[in-house]
């Protein structure tokens, strides 16, 4: 027969004796209490205090119900990209970018939290290969797959207790699926108080923003670019300069082989970069606050 714990052993002879002085019907009593207590201490929910984090990756699940329960029951969604960005900077700045900014949207808009990012988003073509699928280390899926993930990770918020659910891409060729797949889930949730908000401003009305405030500091369009040009790039100096190497630009002004840049980055800066953020994120807020104003 295997061997008592010494510290239970000792409890054995104490509790014998209360019971033997217990009459059958005190005895039957306590015993039902006891177990009464058991149940009940059983059958309480576990919990968990706020975390200082917003991001539910770093939480327990635990931490999310506790989270929901006190209110925090929107969500963003961030989606980037792994695409070419110029021989001057890396394939993950759409996702640094967003990871950012999604964290400060959250944040400031209160009782938020973040999925962590999606990474693969459309890219072009494949065969043969179009838009940033031309260069090596682009990852790219097709509209239809990254409207599927986006429709699978709203279920299973929903499934979790959220109420409204954001969309932020910061990628463009994103934005059209993005769109289509909030308006059909906000359709057919509408009767359940579940609202699915694309949050376009993010990209495209801070878009326009970011060119006025760059033009007023004598930029052109053309120097500004459309892609890993001074926005991309200040935006990511921002956020992680160790992502940015501006001596490996070339030095020549006219290449036969293509470089993935439009603009000219060299005349990036963290400090604009700072600047350029805080036009999407105070997008994204006000956008935010407009569709869920009981929130």
């Not at 097709?142 to 954001?166: H, P, Q, Y």
Request: proline share 7%; with cysteine; hydrophobic share 45%.
């Amino acid at each position: 027969m295997p061997r008592l714990n010494p510290f239970i052993h000792s409890l054995i002879g104490p509790i014998a004796s209360w019971a033997r002085r217990l009459s059958p019907a005190k005895l039957a009593i306590s015993v039902v209490a006891g177990a009464a207590i058991a149940v009940a201490v059983a059958e309480r929910p576990l919990t968990a205090p706020l975390p200082s984090t917003v991001r539910i990756a770093d939480m327990t699940w635990v931490e999310v119900r506790s989270a929901i329960e006190a209110g925090y029951t929107r969500v963003i969604v961030p989606s980037g990209g792994i695409e070419q960005n110029g021989p001057h900077m890396i394939l993950g700045k759409h996702d640094l970018i967003v990871a950012a900014t999604a964290e400060r949207i959250a944040r400031e808009l209160g009782q938020t939290l973040v999925t962590p990012v999606i990474s693969y988003v459309p890219e072009g073509n494949y065969v043969p290969p179009t838009g940033h699928m031309r260069f090596p280390g682009t990852i790219g899926v097709t509209e239809d797959v990254f409207a599927g993930v986006l429709d699978g990770i709203a279920r299973s918020l929903k499934a979790g207790g959220f109420k409204t659910i954001c969309f932020i891409a910061d990628h463009g060729a994103s934005m059209k699926p993005q769109s289509e797949v909030a308006a059909r889930l906000a359709r057919e949730w509408a009767r359940d108080g579940i609202l699915v908000i694309s949050v376009d401003d993010y990209y495209s009305a801070a878009g326009d923003k970011q060119n006025e405030y760059l033009e007023a500091q004598g930029e052109t369009l053309a120097t500004i670019g459309q892609h890993a040009g001074i926005a991309d790039t200040s935006e990511l100096m921002a956020v992680h300069p160790g992502g940015v190497d501006l001596t490996r630009l070339p030095k020549l002004p006219l290449r036969v082989e293509p470089t993935g840049v439009d603009g000219d980055p060299r005349r990036a800066s963290a400090e604009r970069g700072q600047a350029l953020l805080n036009l999407k994120i105070a997008a994204a807020v006000r956008q935010i606050r407009q569709a869920s104003p009981t929130q």
